[in-house]
């Protein structure tokens, strides 16, 4: 298997570390969808601040955003209320979540006209978005049972949103985005913050490797099968 940077036992012990306050979440009378909903509440409140300028803001929300997501499955095992619609529900909101946040960033790249912002930001946004998808179409196809998708690839979501963090602070921290210079190409890829341009860029080329990387684990998952099996090649 392909390895993550984010190893199963890390993951189980931050789980353990996250089961306390998600019982007591459970306790408040919050179940695991409320908490679902709640968390991508987060993510629009990121998107907003990035919007508008807000970059400090943006960045602690997204790294707060992430931590919560961890309370909702926490609760779900817990309390033996883990179900299919939960997650799903999980799933999408943290697709959508995730959308928001970039959207927000181009949303500000377009305003201090920074083509090159708002391209990385739409990038980025694709390129997490099939590190997404090959976990998802695999495991709906019967191949990386469990969590074990989760733990191939370079950047799962946990190390795209670390990324993302640091590139948001550092942005509020030397002052946001610049305006364009009146250069030869003014109004257009002069403008911004390279310190931002270079985390999006990373999210965008260690999430294709990612994917990459799962593509070829689901590869070589099946070539048995597809060397016994004629007529391999389906459309969804």
């Not at 990385?120 to 946004?125: D, I, S, V, W």
């Not at 495991?139 to 949103?161: D, I």
């Not at 002069?190 to 990612?210: Q, S, W």
């Amino acid at each position: 298997m392909i390895g993550s940077i984010v190893s199963p036992a890390l993951r189980a012990r931050v789980r353990g570390l996250a089961l306390p306050i998600a019982l007591a979440f459970g306790r408040l009378g919050l179940t695991p969808n409320m908490l679902t909903v709640i968390g991508f509440g987060i993510s629009v409140a990121a998107a907003v601040a990035a919007a508008g300028g807000a970059w400090i803001a943006a960045g602690l929300l997204v790294v707060f955003g992430g931590v919560f997501d961890l309370f909702d499955g926490a609760l779900a095992r817990a309390t033996n209320r883990v179900s299919r619609l939960g997650a799903f529900l999980d799933s999408v909101f943290d697709r959508a979540g995730e959308a928001v946040i970039y959207l927000g960033i181009a949303i500000a790249c377009l305003a201090v006209s920074w083509d090159l912002g708002a391209f990385l930001a739409a990038a980025a946004m694709g390129a997490s978005f099939m590190v997404s998808y090959t976990r998802a179409k695999s495991e709906s196809l019967g191949l990386t049972p469990g969590t074990g998708m989760a733990n191939v690839g370079v950047a799962p979501r946990e190390v795209r949103l670390v990324l993302l963090t640091i590139g948001l602070l550092i942005t509020g921290l030397l002052g946001g985005l610049g305006l364009p210079d009146e250069g030869f190409f003014p109004m257009s890829w002069d403008a911004g913050r390279p310190e931002l341009a270079a985390a999006l860029a990373l999210i965008t080329v260690f999430a294709t490797i990612t994917t990459i990387q799962r593509i070829v684990h689901v590869m070589r998952q099946t070539q048995p099968e597809e060397a016994t099996t004629p007529g391999g090649d389906q459309k969804p």
